[in-house]
């Protein structure tokens, strides 16, 4: 870790001159979510601020040579790869970002763990909950921070219902039922991509979206016991050129009941054939003492219910527009009422993330670490298991 | 059934002179329902108008002598009766109205089937399928017109839905999700009452609420082919007086994934155990080429997406006010944005079934047999199964 | 009056004999009114229970004999006339209501006035500030009861607001804004009919709508002190029959800005021009301790916000679904939630005007008097003067 | 202009190399719109890519010293100044941002104009009509670009609704109503800030939150030709320090009615007394073939109602999430339904003006112009006038 000094002040005007080292940052793919990790980086500094640490934009690494000389002048990266295990093995890079998609999650980090590389990776972890397991061992036995890319977690309403939860506010938790739904592939006419072959996604639905939910269902209300599930490939086959077409071999929605360790109960759903529902991901918990709802699509928004709240002429759900200095990050961004979106979200992450490496704090527990990601990859394994089965399916770590 | 002449003119001025029979109802049951019911009667001759037949309201039937007398003077019921067989087998009542709790169900009705009467049975029709069968079995044996009083299919905004359905605009349905959730056992301190007594009730939230939303489903998607659920209750015992307690034999809540015969795949969940919520069914379908959503608690109301609706730029969920002249019964209400409410239902639901026993109409599709009933009966029967086994079950009538 | 004993015994089951007077109703008008009316009179007796007074329904009249006739045969009314001095004489009729167009309402009101009749008048109360004057001399000069229709005052949610405002809980008002809009005639070939005819409308969109939302002001708010306005007419004229067209005489729109006596700042606005919104009756109030929000579209609802709620972070406009026993006239209606509509305004409104005369109670504050409707008028009076002049207006009764 | 050369990529990976030139930018204030006005510039180059021009942050300038150094520290200016005359004299400069106060914007601006800088001016451009028209002639005269600050036009939503209007799609407009509220001020003890006070901000929420609506209407609408207004002062002086007060010399709120030149009536509103109004600018457009409605709050939304859309029986007010590649500005950032927020109008503003600049585009009619910012103060000048006089007033340019 560099030591570069810093000096800074804040809005306010006060002087508050600090260190803060800078991190040097290797990214793996320069896509959708290289883009926006690499925006993150790029905020963060002046955002967040003052920062703990300024992100160094050192190497990004991607097959495609044009591609990813292309991404690395776009964003300012020092170096470009069109090799993984360059940028694993560049000394500069102290930590390494996987933004690449699921098959090129576990050899690479486990090869950046092994190098001592702090790690971010996108979601899903990987393929399978063993794949995931063999991701873990590493991180774990080589010591370094580990972060799966659960950024749901970091918007503000997210974490503002986690704190509500974990301050007894909502008393015990009967329901959380949670849906993400999407529409891209609805239409037959869309074609064969990654996402829909098993070899590269592991899953359809269930990885892409429904490991949101199933991480954002252990984040807020705990462990599930058992879960029984059904799943569905509506399309069976898709066009892959010219009169060629090749088999889809992931679900395309699944859904799922769902018993918590604490007697709660709860629905998972996910698909990407609800027309209409752009990236609505949307879940209820209703509680001993209240209710609370949010949907994804109104990201700044989020609905409550408070059962003894006064007077009672009045009661119902509450919409509160998440946007005051007191709730969470928003002290860093704007005024109340100017609303922020989703790209913020990995500011906040990588914001966690970095003050897990400078500062020595457990990424734990708002964070997701690698044991997260592997715990939601168990849980979607039993997915499958139980909608092939027709069984319940109990959860085991 | 008596044939007393009636001549009418519509509103409009054109006269359109007929005949009105008086049908005579004989009505079990002077609590909830059976205001709700009793309403619907009277209102009916002036509002379907003109009307397919005038309620003549001849008797009505409790076991509390005081309440069931004043029921009649309150609503203009000639007689009353504190034994149901009196008013099954009253000459003067052609229609009997079982209003009444759900073990009052089967011996009234399968006597008043005997006795040649129309029955109209609130739901669910009986506590278990097999008590639901005897109750078909009779009324098939009779040959009277018979409705189970699902009087959700009588929302506008509903039947509308199922003619966009019928009509094919909305293509191949995908999912259909539906949860019925309530909040009025919430309280721990909510005393013991029928509705949480298997014996009386049947079962709980399953029947009462689950009962509506898998009449919807099939009434909206079809068939259900299988089934897995999970079921809780979170409360074991509530108090029944001072210092005594009774056992809850019911669930206060049900959640199950279904996959209906036609490839669409489902869930359903209902619960008085979701504070906030005072009254919402809300179900969503996705389907080829749009979505649709309908809430009970904005019962004027639906909102459905069409995928092909131009300009693309302005695409998304409508929210349709279901108050025009060409919406389903609407020309005999108000003029359009002035809203009607729940007990509407029941003037539409009588209207089809006095529509029924006049014009020998068929109460299907669109109105509810005891055969809807009794399938209801199976699949709620399912759902326990199901949770009991944890394993998935097919559905069977 | 006569005194007809009538006994009734409470839903609950405590016996609460009474003695319920029959009022011999008489009304003037079949359409629109007439049938919201009727329906009103029908329900009261066993919705308002137990009632204060038992509506006979003596009499209807309207010009047309054939229809009115049939609105006789309907609605059940003993006998009709076709023309109104025959029924604001008839010795039967205690109650005259007419619900007849704008300029039929002085001249029989007056005269059922000075035949002792109790008196609830369709708004707007007249078609000029003056000829509502004549009206309020008389039935002050005859000490009838007297009311003007101004039902959205028996909106459960606009009672709530009004005594949550009497309460103090909101506090000093700074802002009233309401609109209601409407979209029947932006269609240009939309005929020509009476409403849109000075002569018997007195005014358009005015009178018809802006009424309605001068009497919210002044029911929520207080009086208004001065106010500024401009009105339109977008289309000059219709069609009335084959290649003929009339001049519209009255205006399609109106906007005013008002300024309250207690130092509130206000907007109203009415049009017909407004597609998509079918009946948007529509205000807010910001006040020194929160803001309320109700729109007619969604009658059952209410939205308010407290500065002082607690806790903090879950601040913000809570949707209240008002369908509670504890909201008011619910007692009378149904379980939470199970909501009602427009047409019940009417029965709490006829049951306010009959509590009134049956126990001798002031139809003030919660009723429209003939005072009401004359003050509405001068303010609907000021608006076309200031529209006209270009000048702010004081508002003097 | 610099000339350094940046080749790029697109993101799809076509090899796209260009020249991009860099732009010297000099920003005027920190604080928050400094802020604001710094992020978009650094987003810029990567996210509106391939950028026109790369903005190159030569200086910020700002009367504190530490905070000023800190500030460039925080945003990677290469120096800073504390008096502004440095900032517009330094030739490295070529776009002078003006983030200042209000009563900081002619002089600076009229400087640079004269120093041949291209110019960005927050709103509202100065504090009246007569102040704003010296900065116009200055622009004029020196022929450099210039913009205004209405960075609400360069909202997705807002710019697809000019869109809709310029295609004829709504067809003429009946009406146009807009409110801006805010709550920041409606608590008695918020002290006296320099929005308060009229030697500084010229007016109070008028000039503040009223200018945005006021060319809000002219840029979706039209001219208005005609305005009666009132203000209102609610709480007339307020703490300054330990028992001093000082007099509040704006306007908390205004209200106005607007006859437009092309015939569409109007209101409009804003304040601060709104409680739980957040940043709640909204607005509706009721037009002959539709009506649109837009609310700040949620930004990334729009309802549109088409008169002829089909089937009717769906017809209804529809929520665009406007988050689609071929929504305004969407190709630039993410997914669909992956929401953006209040921050990015200014990375469409500034781009914008890079275009015209660099492009020798006019900077008119979808960005306004320093014409713009002199006929908005016209207006709010007439909203004064009349507020005073109590008069409609004609706007004259």
Chains 1, 2, 3, 4 share one sequence.
Not at 8 to 19: L, N, Q, R, Y
Request: proline share 5%; glycine share 8%; hydrophobic share 40%.
């Amino acid at each position: 870790m560099s030591d570069k000094e810093v000096g800074f002040v804040s809005m306010a005007g006060a002087k508050a001159t600090g260190t803060a080292p800078t991190i040097g940052v290797g990214v793996l793919g320069y896509a959708f979510m290289g883009k926006a990790h690499s925006n993150a980086f790029k905020k963060l500094p002046y955002m967040m601020y003052p920062p703990v640490a300024i992100p160094r934009l050192v190497a990004i690494a991607g097959r495609n040579q044009d591609a990813v000389q292309e991404a690395a002048r776009r964003y300012g990266y020092e170096k470009y790869y069109t090799r993984w295990q360059d940028l694993v093995n560049d000394p500069d890079v102290q930590l390494f970002d996987n933004s690449g998609p699921n098959d090129a999650h576990a050899e690479p980090c486990i090869a950046a763990a092994q190098a001592g590389k702090h790690i971010l990776c996108e979601k899903p972890l990987a393929r399978t909950a063993a794949e995931s397991k063999t991701m873990l061992d590493a991180v774990r036995k080589a010591g370094v921070k580990h972060m799966v890319a659960f950024n749901y977690r970091f918007v503000p309403a997210v974490r503002q219902i986690r704190e509500l939860v974990d301050s007894g506010a909502l008393g015990q938790i009967y329901h959380f039922r949670a849906v993400y739904l999407q529409e891209w592939i609805a239409d037959p006419d869309f074609p064969m991509v990654w996402r829909l072959d098993k070899n590269v996604a592991g899953s359809g639905s269930l990885g892409d979206l429904g490991a949101h939910i199933i991480d954002l269902a252990r984040y807020l209300v705990g462990e599930p016991a058992r879960l029984a599930a059904m799943t569905k490939t509506f399309i069976k086959d898709r066009k892959t050129g010219e009169g060629q077409r090749a088999q889809v071999t992931v679900d395309d929605a699944f859904v799922a009941t769902v018993e918590f360790a604490n007697g709660a109960l709860g629905t998972l759903e996910a698909t990407r054939f609800a027309p209409g529902r752009k990236n609505y991901n949307c879940f209820e918990i209703n509680a001993e003492h209240g209710s609370i709802r949010f949907n994804l699509e109104r990201f700044n928004e989020l609905e409550v219910f408070w059962k003894d709240s006064q007077p009672r002429e009045t009661q119902g759900f509450t919409n509160v527009l998440v946007s005051e200095s007191y709730h969470p990050w928003w002290k860093n961004w704007w005024p109340q009422g100017h609303i922020i979106g989703w790209e913020h979200t990995f500011v906040h992450e990588i914001d966690h993330l970095l003050r897990a490496i400078v500062n020595g704090e457990d990424v734990a527990p708002h964070g997701a670490t690698f044991e997260d990601g592997y715990r939601a990859a168990v849980i979607c394994d039993a997915v499958l298991e139980s909608a092939q089965s027709g069984r319940a399916v109990d959860i085991k770590y």
